[in-house]
T-cell receptor, first 112, second 116 residues
């Protein structure tokens, strides 16, 4: 059974810092990995999707990397802003099904 | 482009009562998902529809949960009777095609259910 773990569970950083969120998964036979953002009381917004054949994806100040062999992914946020405050979830798609398995998320707070 | 619409936004019921949630996916999206997100946890897939057929309902507690997607568009999720442990946010999501594996999912804002 695929398990997805995210560390840390919560993180507080001052504005302007670069930061890294971590995601690990137990079964490396994945089809893809996605990073989502969830604001309080709202649904999830897809940020980046990395195919299993890819090593990384970039969108603006966000960069996600994937190392299938070690079962790890990182989300790098450059020059953090208060508007980045949210919960960030990673999810993996098993190789033979489209059912996403989510981690429990990292709650990020960027302070002024 | 209109997003995924869900209603109601909040619902409070007593245990053993029934409740229903409604979802309208993005127009033209073939695949629709219902997720349950318990506080402090990641979302868990309850059921996935492709058009109006069920693709995966392996984690749906079928003794009390039911879902339908008539005409391959809107969907309803019902709980009857509700238990305290059903308190959660119920998220609906949709994706454009039928090859959901590599597609981006679009989520609604969810229905927050409290069972007292």
């Amino acid at each position: 059974k695929q398990e997805v773990t995210q560390i840390p569970a919560a993180l507080s950083v001052p504005e302007g810092e670069n930061l890294v969120l971590n995601c690990s998964f137990t079964d490396s036979a994945i089809y893809n990995l996605q990073w989502f953002r969830q604001d309080p009381g709202k649904g999830l917004t897809s940020l980046l999707l990395i195919q299993s054949s890819q090593r990384e994806q970039t969108s603006g100040r966000l960069n996600a990397s994937l190392d299938k062999s070690s079962g790890r992914s990182t989300l790098y946020i450059a020059a953090s802003q208060p508007g980045d405050s949210a919960t960030y979830l990673c999810a993996v798609t098993p190789g033979t099904a489209s059912k996403l398995t989510f981690g429990t998320g990292t709650r990020l707070q960027v302070t002024l | 482009e209109a997003g995924v619409a869900q209603s109601p936004r909040y619902k409070i019921i007593e245990k053993r009562q029934s409740v229903a949630f409604w979802c309208n996916p993005i127009s033209g999206h073939a695949t629709l998902y219902w997720y349950q997100q318990i506080l402090g946890q990641g979302p868990k897939l309850l059921i996935q529809f492709q058009n109006n057929g069920v693709v995966d309902d392996s984690q749906l507690p079928k003794d009390r949960f039911s879902a339908e997607r008539l005409k391959g568009v809107d969907s309803t999720l019902k709980i009857q009777p509700a238990k305290l442990e059903d308190s959660a946010v119920y998220l609906c999501a949709s994706s454009e095609g039928t090859q959901g594996t590599n597609e981006k999912l679009f989520f609604g804002s969810g229905t927050q259910l409290s069972v007292l």
